[in-house]
C-alpha cells in the first residue's frame, strides 16, 4: 500500500470514529475483517494518534478558524484537518508540505473545491505558527 493509499485509510477511520462510540482498536478490528484492510505501521500511529492527541489537534483547529467554531466545520474536513495537523505536529518525517497538499486532495474527492481552500488555508496558517 502506497502512503497515499494508507493517508486515505487513515482518514475513513478517523472519519468512521466520529460517528461511532467505539474504541479505535475496535474499529481498526472491524475494518479489517469487514474491509480486509491490513493497516501498516502509518495506519495504526495516525489513527491511534489522533485521537490520543485529539483535544491538542482541536485546539490549534479552533484557534485558527476565524469566525468559525469548530462544530460549524464539516465532518469530513475535521476529520482530514485533524489528520494532517497530527502529521505536521508528530510525525518529522514527512513536509508539511506534502501533509498540506495531501489534505487538499482528500478534501477535492471527499468534500468540495470549497472545504479543499478551506483546508489549505487553516493548514498553511497552523504551519506559519509553528
Known amino acids: ?7 486515505e485509510e487513515a ?6 470514529k466520529i460517528f461511532s462510540k467505539e474504541s479505535v482498536e ?3 478490528a472491524t475494518a479489517k475483517e469487514a474491509r480486509d484492510l491490513e493497516p501498516d505501521d502509518y495506519i495504526n500511529n ?6 490520543e492527541n485529539l483535544e ?11 469566525g468559525w467554531k469548530i462544530e460549524r466545520i464539516s465532518k469530513t474536513s475535521l476529520c482530514i484537518l485533524r ?3 497530527y502529521e505536521i505536529k508528530f510525525m518529522e518525517d514527512i513536509p508539511n508540505s506534502v501533509s498540506i ?6 478534501a477535492k474527492k ?7 481552500s478551506f483546508v489549505n488555508g487553516i493548514l498553511s496558517t497552523i504551519v506559519k505558527k509553528l
Open 1 to 7: 500500500m502506497t502512503r497515499k493509499q494508507a493517508r
Open 11 to 16: 482518514f475513513i477511520l478517523i472519519f468512521e
Open 26 to 28: 475496535d474499529i481498526l
Open 46 to 51: 495516525v489513527f491511534s494518534g489522533v485521537y
Open 56 to 66: 491538542e489537534l482541536d485546539r490549534l483547529i479552533g484557534d485558527n478558524t476565524v
Open 83 to 85: 489528520l494532517s495537523i
Open 101 to 106: 497538499n495531501e489534505a487538499v486532495e482528500l
Open 110 to 116: 471527499y468534500a468540495t473545491q470549497q472545504d479543499a
